[in-house]
Every structure is written in structure tokens, then in C-alpha cells.
């Protein structure tokens, strides 16, 4: 008996789901075209800042970074640099898109 196409997407769902599991257990997901890492160190978000035209600005003390592009909108982002190692996970990277206004795959891009 063949399976309905409901079912039949489930399956398709299922395999794309342990696809990218086995991905993010070697250090990055590719779910589609984006290859977007699972943890980042500090220096390469910077580096990725960097290329998109944003300089240091003197902060104050603490772990609070800010970064200025005039010529790009927003032009003044805060970031807190990670206190335990120079890591950040998944979900700060999330937000740092958003902060930045692009997409996963021009961040992956900017990584290289």
C-alpha cells in the first residue's frame, strides 16, 4: 500500500529534519541553500561587521560594543561581546541578522 501525500510529505519533512540534525552535530546546518553556522566566535562577527563597512566606536565599560556605518541603515549597532569564551550560539546570531537587516545566506557569504 503507498502512502498518502500527506504522509508522504511527513516523510519528506522527517528525512530534511534528521538531514539537518546530522549537519548541526558536524557544526553547521544546511537546510536549502543557506549554510548557517550553529556557534560563531566574537572575532568573526566583527570580521563580518567589518565588511559591511562597520568601524569600532569607543564603548564604555562592560561588555557592550558598539559599531558605526554612516552609509548604512541602521547606522549605529550595539552588540554585547559573549563573557564565558568568545562564543555566540544560534540564536544571538539570529538576532544579529536581524539587527544588521540581512538574510542567512548574505551573512554566510560574508563569512567567507
Not at 539537518?20 to 546546518?29: A, N, R
Not at 559599531?67 to 550560539?89: C, K, M, Q, Y
Request: hydrophobic share 35%.
Amino acid at each position: 500500500m503507498t502512502a498518502r501525500p500527506r504522509e508522504k510529505r511527513q516523510n519528506v519533512t522527517a528525512r530534511l529534519r534528521q538531514k539537518c540534525l546530522i549537519k548541526e552535530q558536524q557544526g553547521h546546518v544546511k537546510c536549502g541553500m543557506s549554510e548557517f553556522p550553529v556557534q560563531l566566535r566574537w572575532t568573526q562577527l566583527v570580521s563580518v561587521l567589518r565588511k559591511l563597512g562597520y568601524k569600532a566606536v569607543k564603548s564604555g565599560r562592560g561588555s557592550r560594543r558598539v559599531f558605526l556605518n554612516a552609509a548604512r541603515s541602521p547606522s549605529l549597532i550595539v552588540f554585547h561581546e559573549p563573557h564565558s569564551g568568545d562564543t555566540l550560539h544560534r540564536a544571538t546570531l539570529h538576532d544579529s541578522l536581524q539587527k544588521l537587516g540581512i538574510n542567512a545566506d548574505e551573512f554566510v557569504r560574508l563569512l567567507r
